[in-house]
């Protein structure tokens, strides 16, 4: 049977459901085609044609216990398995790495992986297969427990960016050295804001972010930046570096290729490495 009267109140309804979907719409926008331009930019205030950045799924925070995730972008260096994302590399580091006038190989990793855990040997430096510019890199770390040296003579090992620019590793615990030498320094350039390590034997991590040089016809155009967190506390901030790493030298730049491998550095201490990721960041896309 037909009922004009409820098939009206039905229209009604509709009508009014739509009526306060445009005016939900209305109040909460997203975005706009009428407000200034940004200064140097192509986009406008809010500009509703601007592209979104791209969803990554974030990973979790380690614990002492287990180590953390990477997020969903990561390359995945060491996951817990094995070395198929390195080589051994016997050669150069920093300056003369960067500088290319040394001959090093690479063979077959002789570092130990045990119950997910990388153990430094005193067989080579680590090397990534793969590249990297400018890049966000987490790393966890564990000096030896047991302490047996001093100054540089306990849990020494290096994080060299494009295998040239080394942040620090060092178990920095109650333990006096020079200050750009300690856990998180540039070494040999800066020393950290704050020493924030932890006792020998607990995990450490570094938050890395790397901004690699700029060359143009041989020249340098842009020096690295790098910012350095550790265990969650800013020990670098955007610091600019003088060059490649020197041991007792001031240093200067080279110019290389604009993406170059990971390297851990093999210090004759044995430095445990877990949870190894990296993104490589695009960090001109706000300037496009």
Known sequence: ???????????????????????????????????PMIPGQRYRVHDDTRPRPAVVTPGTFPSEAKAGTPPSDAVVLF????LSNWMRWDGPL???????????????????????????TADGHLMSKEKFGDVQLHVEWAAPTKVVAASQGRGNSGILLMGAYEIQVLDSYDNVTYADGQ????????????????????WQ?????????????????????????????????????????RHKLVTQYEPHAAEAPLILQMHSNPVRYRNIWARRLDLDSNKR
Request: charged share 15%.
């Open 1 to 35: 049977m037909f009922f004009p009267a409820r098939r009206a109140c039905c229209g009604l309804l509709l009508a009014g459901c739509f009526v306060a979907a445009s005016a939900q719409n209305h109040k909460y926008p997203t975005g706009y085609s009428d407000t």
């Open 205 to 245: 991590a570094y938050d890395i972010i790397f901004e690699a040089p700029r060359f143009e016809y041989g020249k340098l155009v842009k020096p690295a930046y790098v910012t350095v967190l550790q265990n969650g506390v800013l020990l670098q901030n955007h610091q600019e570096i003088l060059g490649p790493m």
């Open 79 to 82: 996951g817990g398995k094995d």
């Open 94 to 120: 920093g300056y003369e790495y960067a500088k290319g006038d040394v001959a090093g190989k690479t063979s077959a990793p002789a570092w130990k992986v045990e119950n997910g855990v990388i153990e430094v």
């Open 183 to 202: 856990a998180g320094s540039v070494y040999g350039q800066y020393p950290p804001l704050v020493n924030a390590s932890k006792p020998p034997g607990e």
